[in-house]
């Protein structure tokens, strides 16, 4: 098994390499999907021209001008110094574009040539075949021009042809040809990808915002048929979600309304009797409806009918501090910095004075924070009351749920505070955790996009 680890681990690690370099985003992969069968198949279209196409040509070019060498060696070999070879090297220079030039009685170094790149190499190989004599090819002496010398019987032949009879053009012109084509479909296809990725951008920013609380009027399906129905349906849920909220809040309002009529007319009868132990029970009970009614009642104000407008955070929460310290809260306040984001003002302030309330009722020292944290905005509420048991944080965010177990209002609550609270900054795109407390009371953390 050890070894089995061992053979996969540098797969695996190559696996994570890739995937690490490869875009995450929808444009970069699909230009991508693009680009590398593009690329393999330029460089397999140069590969099969290269080996075929320009090899081909070199090598007839190659010949050519072995041919001339070899045909100007015959005519050279049994002709005397004089006029008539002075005719054939003006000849050669008109027709061929050859410069020639014959030193008798020379002798060429005694050295192997050894070529130097693929030009020497394929036309030493044609000098070979052809003129089956000993000789040096020099590419470097003169710009532009190949320099050959031929070894014969009685002297050496000097030949200068131009580097142009030796090299394609066509092969510069085909790199040329499919580099600027890769560009031009390059761009191509970016533009269009770009067109084509646009419409789900739009789709999850509209998204995103309405996950935040925030409307987007001026959104409409756009772009590739897929992409409509993707965003039709996202409409369609849309306004179904906020029909829903809108129905449930006001069948709550209605009935929290409706309540307190009865309610009321229980608090005259109860107040008529005389007081005796069943009585404060009863007026009891009928303090806790009329809380949790009151809860009811502050919930259905503000969800679902307050639009996000842009809000100074700190000038809110100075607010929301000062009305707890007039209700007589001993509470410290830390915001350094003003930040505004769009919010439901009243509702949002309901979810800051219901935390704070909560904080006071069960500690006698509370402070609170604010602060941005990337794209983030933290308000932080602590007391140092008993805090709440850790596998019991999530459970208080139900309705109606009361560690206090006792039927007063003013030690238990109505249980809706906390729920009111986190349902609020949810539909901000937020969040509420609770944990511990530096004091060793209770902290509250609010998390709200910016």
């Known amino acids: 098994m050890a070894r089995l680890d061992d053979f996969y681990r540098p797969a695996r690690s190559l696996r994570i390499a890739i995937k690490r370099t490869l875009p995450r985003g929808l444009l970069g992969r699909s230009l991508l999907i693009i680009i ?22 070199s090598r007839h070019r190659a010949n050519a001008l072995s041919g001339d060498v070899a045909m100007l060696m015959e005519l050279l070999r049994d002709m005397e110094p004089g006029v008539r070879q002075n005719e054939v090297f003006d000849m050669a220079n008109r027709a061929l574009d050859l410069r020639v030039s014959f030193e008798r009685e020379d002798i060429l170094p005694n050295e192997t040539f050894e070529p130097k790149g693929n030009l020497q190499r394929t036309l030493g190989r044609s000098l070979e075949q052809i003129v089956q004599r000993p000789f040096l090819i020099d590419t470097v002496s003169e710009p532009r021009r190949v320099l050959i010398a031929v070894q014969n019987p009685d002297g050496v032949l000097h030949v200068s042809a131009s580097a142009e009879r030796l090299i394609s053009s066509t092969t510069k012109i085909f ?3 499919m580099i ?6 390059f761009g191509v296809a970016t533009i269009f990808m770009r067109n084509q990725v646009s419409p789900l951008r739009r789709l999850a920013s509209a998204a995103e915002n309405f996950g935040k609380g ?14 409509r129905q993707a965003a039709s349906a996202f409409m369609s849920m849309r306004d179904r979600i906020q029909r829903q909220i809108q129905q449930r809040t006001e069948m709550l309002a209605g009935v929290s309304h409706d309540l307190r009529t009865p309610l009321t007319r229980m608090k005259l009868q109860l107040a008529m009797l005389q007081d005796n132990t069943e009585i404060e029970e009863l007026n009891s ?3 806790a409806m009329e809380g949790m009614i009151e809860g009811y009642l502050n919930f ?13 955070a700190r000038k809110l929460l100075n607010e929301v501090i000062h009305e707890a310290r007039r209700n007589g809260v001993q509470i410290t306040f830390d915001m350094p910095e003003s930040i505004e984001l769009p919010l439901a003002r009243n509702a949002f302030k309901r979810s800051l004075t219901n935390l704070i309330d909560n904080a006071a009722r069960h500690g006698e ?14 308000f932080v509420v602590d007391d140092d009351g008993p805090g709440i048991p850790e596998d019991m944080r999530e459970e208080v965010f139900r309705p109606f749920f009361r560690l206090d177990q006792s039927r007063n209002v003013a030690t238990g609550g109505t249980g809706l505070g906390l729920s009111i609270a986190r349902d609020i900054v949810r539909t901000h795109g937020g969040d509420i955790m609770l944990s511990d407390a530096p004091s060793g009371g209770l902290r509250a953390t609010i998390r709200v996009p910016i």
Do not use: C, K
């Open 36 to 57: 590398v069968p593009l690329v393999v198949l330029q460089v397999v279209s140069g590969i099969v021209f290269y080996d075929r196409h320009w090899a081909n040509v």
């Open 175 to 177: 790199i040329m040809w």
């Open 180 to 185: 600027g084509t890769s560009l031009i479909l």
């Open 214 to 227: 925030r409307d987007t009027p001026n959104f409409s399906p756009s772009g590739a048929t897929e992409v």
């Open 285 to 287: 009970d009928v303090a």
């Open 300 to 312: 259905a104000r503000g969800e679902g009918s307050e639009t996000p407008i842009p809000t100074d």
């Open 365 to 378: 020292q509370v402070s609170v924070a604010g602060q941005r944290n990337g794209s983030v905005l933290e």
